[in-house]
């Protein structure tokens, strides 16, 4: 959940994504309720990219 947090506390990919603000823990731990493995895997690598 750290690395997440680390993510997310990057002014661009928070633009990227349209948030204000990093989202409560609660909040992320939804969406990666909704997505599976492999599309969190497609986030990670593009991240790295970006």
Do not use: C, H, N
């Not at 959940?1 to 349209?18: E, N, P, Y």
């Amino acid at each position: 959940m750290s690395k997440v947090t680390t993510v997310w506390a990057d002014r661009v990919l928070r633009q990227v994504v349209g948030w204000v603000k990093v989202p409560v823990e609660t909040t992320i731990l939804r969406i990666f309720k909704e997505v599976s493995d492999a599309q969190i895997s497609q986030f990670e690598a593009l991240t790295q990219y970006v």
